[in-house]
């Protein structure tokens, strides 16, 4: 049997998407689920518009998304010209290709002309049985050429696509294109040609917008003689409002994705339910059952809707399975990624764990931990009171901070337990509202109405914090009373 082996062709031309993501994983998870290769091929021949930033950018997405290329090699087409003139030259030989001489102005005239008449641009072959002396006088006098495949007119040109079925052309809507620019810069189509056979490329998996450039890559293939791959086209992926996915939609680059502290399990799991399923529409898979489970057969060819919705849901479903201490490290990561270690300040590890583990339940996006428990980690002065939305009388609170420090000062045991015991009687002692006992407390040590368990807040934070916090804070609320 023939060995598998797929690429991932991005054009460095703008920042990874959520489509380009999509095509790296499904070739990826094919890869996988048939033992075979995957290649990752930058096609950088539009030179204007390819970038290092953007390369760097692919390479990025691709490693925090673990989708690891073969060979560890990156293929890159512009450090291969020479090897697509050389290609081009046989096609020449064989008068399978020519040069076109005619500039870019008598071209734009035939546009011009063919959008008068409503018909679709097609090369006029002009230079197309130019004599060899003709060529010659052309080049001599000074004329640039590009080179154009010799395409038949009659007759169709059909592929079996692995998730459309059969698809047909009438090769007559096709024209002699170009494949070799005059700078001699192979075009896509024919760059693509060479590349996927020189590298054994068994099946092309690609978006759907490619497939008009099959039939042409089709005509290359047998100019050379070539086998021609299997072609599977992915269903197009279009935001709810049924528009073909944009910026609107989403963000444009996969990497902020993890910025915002989504989960690169996440962002796999979910991409590979756009245009895939199971028979029993399981939603929720490791990157594991998706090796095994994925194939073609399941793959659709309708659009696929993206739900930034549904994205968030299965993050915070992710993130639950995750053990306190996983989510630690991965939050760690995050703040590293984005340079903020430095914002969670006087936290250890175990700490951190602890505080995360409160908030489990509430975290959607690793972005949540930060306001979920920045409280415990930042100094008092940095602590963000909104005294605007606090609703106990200066004077009662003055009164239950006070009570509440005389009784936590003396407590031996910090733990939860004990603490809900002791702030309990004092109500009973004082005759004050437990709930307002509670409310004050919160407020004072976290700068918030609303929270985690108080007594498992206290017992993390240590009772040293607690009552440096609740000194702090008295200090506060008599500059807030002040000011009334
Ligand atoms: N460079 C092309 C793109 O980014 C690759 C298409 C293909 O896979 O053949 O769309």
């Not at 972005?367 to 409280?375: G, P």
Request: proline letters at 3%; one cysteine or more.
């Amino acid at each position: 049997m023939k060995s598998i082996i797929v690429r991932f062709a991005p054009s460095p031309t703008g920042d990874l998407h959520v489509g380009g993501i999509r095509t790296a994983l499904f070739n990826w998870l094919f890869a996988k689920n048939k033992k075979g290769k995957f290649i990752l091929r930058i096609e950088d021949t539009d030179e204007l518009r390819s970038s290092k930033t953007f390369i760097k950018s692919i390479i990025d997405a691709l490693l925090w998304l673990e989708l690891k290329w073969d060979n560890n090699k990156i293929f890159f087409q512009m450090q291969h010209k020479d090897m697509y003139i050389k290609f081009a030259n046989l096609l020449i030989d064989k008068d399978l290709a020519y040069p076109c001489y005619c500039s870019k102005k008598e071209i734009e005239i035939l546009k011009k002309e063919s959008i008068a008449s409503k018909t679709p641009f097609k090369y006029n072959k002009k230079c197309s049985n130019l004599s060899l002396l003709q060529r010659k006088q052309l080049e001599t006098s000074g004329k640039k050429s590009v080179l154009r495949l010799r395409v038949p007119n009659t007759g169709s040109t059909s592929f079996e696509d692995s998730i459309r079925g059969k698809i047909i052309f009438e090769n007559s809507s096709f024209d002699d294109f170009i494949i070799l620019k005059p700078n001699g810069i192979p075009t896509y189509n024919f760059a693509c040609v060479i590349d996927d056979h020189i590298m054994k490329i068994s099946h092309v998996l690609r978006g759907d917008d490619h497939i008009s450039n099959t039939p042409k890559q089709i005509f290359i293939y047998k100019a050379f003689n070539w086998e021609i791959p299997k072609f599977a086209h992915m269903s197009m992926i279009l935001g709810k409002d049924g528009a073909r996915l944009s910026k609107r939609h989403s963000h444009i680059s996969v990497l902020n994705y993890r910025k915002e502290g989504f989960l690169a399990e996440t962002i796999l799991n979910y991409l590979a339910l756009l245009g895939w399923s199971t028979e029993d529409s399981q939603q929720i898979f490791t990157i594991d059952e998706l090796k095994r489970k994925f194939s073609l057969n399941k793959c659709s060819s309708s659009p696929a809707i993206f739900d930034p919705v549904k994205l968030l849901w299965l993050n915070s479903e992710k993130i639950r399975l995750k053990t306190p201490e996983q989510l630690c490290r991965l939050f760690i990561d995050w703040l590293n990624y984005n340079g903020n270690l430095k914002l969670i300040k006087d936290w250890d590890y175990e700490l951190l764990t602890k505080a995360i583990e409160l908030e489990h339940s509430k975290i959607k996006v690793l972005k949540d931990i930060l306001y979920l428990v920045d409280f415990f980690f930042v100094t008092d002065s940095e602590l963000n009171y909104s005294l605007s939305e606090y609703k106990i009388e200066y004077s009662e609170t003055i009164n239950i901070l006070n009570f509440v420090l005389v009784k936590l000062v003396v407590l031996n045991n910090f733990s939860a337990i004990v603490i809900e015991q002791c702030l309990r009687n004092l109500s009973k002692l004082s005759g004050k509202k437990s709930s307002n006992i509670f409310h004050v407390v919160r407020f004072a040590i976290s700068g918030k109405i609303k929270g985690p368990s108080l007594f498992h807040m206290m017992e993390i934070m240590g009772k040293h914090k607690v009552i440096a916090r609740i000194k702090f804070f008295l200090k506060k609320a008599s500059k807030y009373e002040r000011k009334k």
